[in-house]
């Protein structure tokens, strides 16, 4: 019993509206999330140069860990690099916008902070950057979290929150674990 080229008609149709308003659904989920939550991919795209990024800029050694800009903004700048963070520990304010910023001059390392949402992969040639508000005090491990050679279980770094008032800049904006 064939079915008529009307029937047909009407089935089509009819998959041809329920497939598009799953897809309408969908993109309205998307954009709801992208623009009233905030969800987005990365999209931080700079790159930089892995080979030279230790001789000039922004990841020279002395420019790593955090900084206080002239308007306030709290920048960390950490180094991923086979088998360890540079700086080894850094700090931060609570309750406080800080940015990290990221470079592995070597391979692809990942980097979470424990308890917080700060989770980023860090590729050579891009620099990597989260914002975040650390809500509580304390020492928050900082794992490599991506396999990046014999050493990628050794690698981890701490990271400090302290109090806003224990947090304390030096004269050029510097601050920093202190001795170990
Ligand atoms: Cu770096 Cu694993």
Avoid at 11 to 37: D, N, Q
Avoid at 64 to 81: C, D, H, K, S, W
Avoid at 123 to 132: D, E, F, I, L, R
Wanted: hydrophobic fraction near 40%.
């Amino acid at each position: 019993m064939a079915m008529r080229e009307h029937d047909v008609a009407r089935s089509e149709l009819r998959w041809t509206a329920v497939v598009s308003a799953f897809v309408i659904v969908t993109m309205a989920f998307t954009l709801f999330a992208a623009l009233a939550l905030h969800r987005n991919p990365p999209s931080n795209l700079e790159r930089i140069d892995p080979k030279t990024l230790h001789l000039s800029g922004e990841f020279t050694e002395s420019n790593l860990g955090t900084r206080v800009e002239a308007n306030g903004q709290v920048t960390t700048r950490i180094v991923a690099t086979q088998f360890t963070f540079v700086p080894r520990c850094v700090v931060v304010p609570e309750g406080q916008e800080v940015t990290l910023r990221l470079a592995s001059p070597d391979v692809i390392h990942g980097i979470l902070v424990t308890g917080t949402n700060v989770n980023t992969m860090v590729v050579p040639g891009y620099v990597s950057q989260v914002h975040t508000v650390f809500r509580s005090t304390g020492d928050l491990l900082m794992p490599c979290h991506e396999f990046c050679g014999l050493g990628h279980s050794q690698m981890l770094a701490r990271l400090r929150v302290v109090p806003r008032e224990q947090f304390r800049p030096d004269a050029q904006g510097r601050a920093s674990c202190g001795p170990e």
